[in-house]
């Protein structure tokens, strides 16, 4: 009987022992593998991974004018010219510069029938440029930056047609931005301004478009509209509006 005993105790020792072997043989696996990764260069830093997924852009400075068609996300911003946006596999955003204009598309292949069935790119496509650079906007959306001082307030001259949309950011709950003056024409399109922006100046020519304030602080307005067009706003938004009539 203690013979038995003893030699249970002996089996379980072994068993224990192997387990106890094979997590070392699992580990030493795991390290070696690792290693020889590492010295064949198949691993890369962070900042080669940004690299490969993030597409960034200076444009030159001789860039005259924008067009935009079919970006469903497009963040406008002021300074030098550049395109970013975050890669993502079919989707990559078609730049091309031409007779100092850059053209943004959704990709190399839509068409105007495919745009009017509702064709769009939804990454979050990221354009800076000069202030009061004329941009074009077509099938998109477009979300202009304002900063929190009022001494930082950029301009816009965006020129909207064909089922766009013009909104402005709050980045911050509860913080007013500010933008100094914006020229908007709007055909079939929609302007939506924020509840906390403040414009010093904006001038606007409406087509058969959307127009909503909110609560938006326009301190001098002008707006020169179509009996197809639409404004909504309150006291604050609409009170020193000067309607221009059409000659």
């Known amino acids: ?12 020792n072994k068993i224990l022992l192997s387990l106890f072997l094979l997590c070392v043989f699992i580990v030493v ?3 070696v593998a690792l290693y020889a990764k590492i010295k064949a260069g198949d691993f890369v830093s962070n900042e080669e991974i940004f690299k490969r997924t993030q597409f960034h ?10 067009s935009i068609t079919g970006l469903a996300n497009c963040n406008l911003k002021t300074g030098s010219p550049a395109v970013s946006y975050h890669k993502e596999s079919n989707a990559n955003v078609h730049i091309v510069i031409r007779n100092d204009t850059l053209y943004l598309a959704a990709n190399d292949w839509a068409k105007k029938e495919d745009y009017e069935q509702g064709t769009r790119n939804y990454q979050i496509v990221d354009v800076r440029i000069p ?15 304002g900063p929190a001082n009022p001494q930082n307030a950029p301009s816009f ?9 013009l909104k402005t950011i709050d980045w911050e709950p509860k913080a007013f931005v500010y933008f100094n003056k914006l020229q908007v024409v709007s055909d079939e399109s929609t302007i939506a301004l924020s509840s906390l922006v403040v414009v010093n100046e904006m001038d606007v020519q409406a087509t058969n478009s959307f127009l909503n304030y909110q609560r938006a602080e326009i301190k001098q307005h002008n707006v020169l509209m179509d009996d197809k067009s639409t404004i909504q706003g309150t006291q604050k938004s609409l009170g020193n509006i000067n309607f221009i009539q059409k000659q």
């Open 29 to 31: 696996g795991i390290h």
């Open 1 to 12: 009987m203690p013979n038995r005993q003893l030699f249970q105790m002996k089996t379980s």
């Open 57 to 66: 852009q200076e444009l030159p400075p001789t860039i005259k004018a924008v």
């Open 157 to 165: 001259n965006i020129n909207m047609r064909r089922k766009s949309e």
């Open 131 to 145: 202030d009061n650079l004329p941009v074009y906007c077509e099938y998109g959306s477009l979300h202009l930056s």
